[in-house]
């Protein structure tokens, strides 16, 4: 599969930004927030690694993880202590280091999909999961793009990655696929009257096609045969102390005299 060539995405940024600032795009990640919201306290661990394109979003507010991080592509102004600016492709990460690690759009803007989503799986401890959302090219939305021209804008530029894709990729890098679910099933007209006036499709749709959602949420596992999860030695059970018969010294006594 070729993806269509992209800018930088911190060139893309303020694009981005602008988009879910509009009324279908504060629509959209409402949808994503409320059906993260619902996954995300099931997910535990330590650390958690938020990736996205818009460094305003954070998705991770229901999360049970102590330590927390978004990656932001560039320095901007009133960035929270915990955003770390690197680029997606290369994550200043140690390797089976983050327990959960969030993926918003992170492939569908990414120069190289795949590297990005290599990356998260080299950081992801054996057993911890990985949470990506993405646009469904198999909606309206897909449809919608493909009248958008060669050089659309965004998000159309987006890369619309097939679960089928995405699926291949998952066990190429060892990651169990464990639920896949779809949502927002508005058309994405940018005038909130038409958006109103297909409401009512929104309810037939969400019954007749279920996996046909603006966007799609993957949820996976990180199984690597042969490996066992890191735990932090303070979350570790403190040892029983056994008594342990000390060696005799009689026959070393008798050989020394």
Known sequence: MSF???PPLKDMTPDLQAWFDSAVGRELLEAESALISRILPTLFGYHLVQI???????????????NKFIVVPKTELGLSDNCVVADSSELPFEQHSVDVVVLHHALDFAQSPHQVLREAARILRPGGH?????????????????????????PWNGHFISHRRLSDWFQLLELTELKRRSEYFLAPFENE???????????????????????????????????????????????????????SVRGQISESR
């Open 4 to 6: 269509q060539s992209q």
């Open 52 to 66: 996205g394109v818009d460094s305003r979003v954070c998705l991770y507010d229901e999360s049970p993880v102590r």
């Open 130 to 154: 990985l949470l990506m959302v993405g646009f469904n090219p198999s909606s309206l939305w897909g449809l919608y793009r493909r009248f958008k021209g060669r050089e659309p804008d965004v």
């Open 193 to 247: 009257k038409w958006r109103k006036r297909c409401c009512r499709f929104e309810h037939w749709g969400r019954r007749a096609f279920k996996e046909r959602g603006a966007f799609t949420l993957m949820l996976a596992r990180k199984d690597v045969a042969g490996m066992t999860p890191i735990i932090e030695e303070r979350a570790r059970g403190r040892l029983i102390n056994l008594p342990v018969a000390e060696p």
